[in-house]
């Protein structure tokens, strides 16, 4: 699995970045924001997030973490893809989202082409215990809140592959990361554990 690319950046455009690395030309789908950040430089490294289906495979750069964590929050929500992520993501950024999404501002959300009063109402009800308006002073507070989300999230998937019943883990999990906000993946599945599921 591809964590980020580095290298010359052979070519941009508001859709897709190609990134010649070691004289491999990788092409990655990209959102206006990453373009807008990128547009202008000869070398870059971009974080990827990869999508392998049946009739494609496809590698989606970012230019910063936030904007990562905050497409895989969106591609969590149900009816929410990666294009209809990427639309998003190109549309406001990462900050005007969380901060749509903690005002339970549906009509912000709906303003995305592709978006419906449903669609806004639901990635609102989804991701709003997700994200933590505490922290929407910028990119930087944004990466440690979606990290640790990510972190309970990974936690919450270890322990239910390990067999225990995913709402129990999930309601111990919240209880041990709110306590813990800056703990890893392996410490909220040891206090977990050590909590009891």
Known sequence: MFNYISGRLDEATPTYAVIDCGGVGYMLEITLNTYSQIKDLQQVKL???????????LLIGFFNAAERDMFRLLISVNG?????????LSSMTVDELMRAI???????????KGIGTKTAQRVILELRDKVNPATLTGSTGNVSTMTNNNNSEEALSALVMLGFPKAAAEKVINKVADSNPTASVEELIKLALAHGI
Do not use: P, W
């Not at 974080?47 to 495979?57: K, N, S």
């Not at 929410?80 to 998003?88: D, E, K, L």
């Not at 903690?102 to 995305?112: E, F, I, L």
């Open 47 to 57: 974080l990827v997030h990869e999508i392998i289906r049946e009739d494609a495979h």
């Open 80 to 88: 929410i893809g990666a294009a209809t992520a990427r639309v998003m």
């Open 102 to 112: 903690a005002d339970n501002d549906a009509k912000r959300v709906q303003k995305v």
